[in-house]
């Protein structure tokens, strides 16, 4: 069992032809642990994969701060400080939540340019400098990175295939008007 991610919009739009057709939008498990690894002291692979391709990953990285639905008595446990009122707490709550979304303009344009910078580099992933427990695992998930063969299972995906697939899914919200992404983990 593991934690996955998704691309969520308030409110949410997704109706069954989202669900229907998932494998086209959601992103596995790779790539939640590659935009969530980020280790003291250490350049992880993702924020190497941004230099490369001169790209300015830190509206992914807000995506990620978004906060679980939870009761506000648990919200005052995770995000409440010593005598601090329960609006005060939910007043933090919703700004933190403002802060981690992201136009879907920004967040597409950021995709596209990773995208194009890495597939014209095809071997950018030997210029890795990976974290040794994740040598052998993220190699394999970089490989093929222009390899758009849709998997029968999202949790297959390579990194192109990821890419592609946040594409589709910014896509999809544009259509339904929405306007703002963040990313939620279950």
């Known amino acids: 069992m593991g934690v996955d991610i998704h691309v969520?919009?308030?409110?949410?739009?997704?109706?069954?032809?989202?669900?229907?057709?998932?494998?086209?939008?959601?992103?596995?498990?790779?790539?939640?642990?590659?935009?969530?690894?980020?280790?003291?002291?250490?350049?992880?692979?993702?924020?190497?994969?941004?230099?490369?391709?001169?790209?300015?990953?830190?509206?992914?990285?807000?995506?990620?701060?978004?906060?679980?639905e939870l009761p506000p008595d648990r919200y005052r446990f995770l995000y409440g400080k010593p005598n601090e009122t329960e609006p005060e707490v939910m007043a933090r709550v919703q700004q933190k939540?403002?802060?981690?979304?992201?136009?879907?303009?920004?967040?597409?344009?950021?995709?596209?340019?990773?995208?194009?910078?890495?597939?014209?580099?095809?071997?950018?992933?030997?210029?890795?400098?990976?974290v040794d427990q994740n040598k052998f695992w993220l190699k394999v998930y970089f490989r093929n990175i222009e390899n758009d063969t849709t998997n029968q299972n999202f949790q297959d995906n390579n990194l192109g295939q990821d890419l592609r697939n946040f594409l589709n899914a910014i896509e999809y919200i544009r259509d339904k008007k929405g306007a703002f992404v963040y990313f939620k983990f279950l």
């Open 8 to 68: 969520g919009v308030e409110p949410d739009i997704f109706e069954d032809d989202y669900i229907q057709f998932q494998n086209g939008y959601r992103l596995s498990r790779q790539f939640c642990w590659l935009i969530t690894d980020f280790k003291e002291g250490q350049e992880s692979e993702l924020a190497q994969l941004a230099k490369i391709t001169n790209t300015d990953i830190s509206p992914l990285i807000k995506m990620c701060d978004y906060p679980p």
């Open 97 to 130: 939540k403002r802060a981690s979304q992201q136009s879907l303009d920004t967040i597409e344009l950021l995709v596209h340019k990773l995208l194009l910078g890495l597939t014209n580099q095809p071997d950018f992933y030997e210029k890795i400098r990976y």
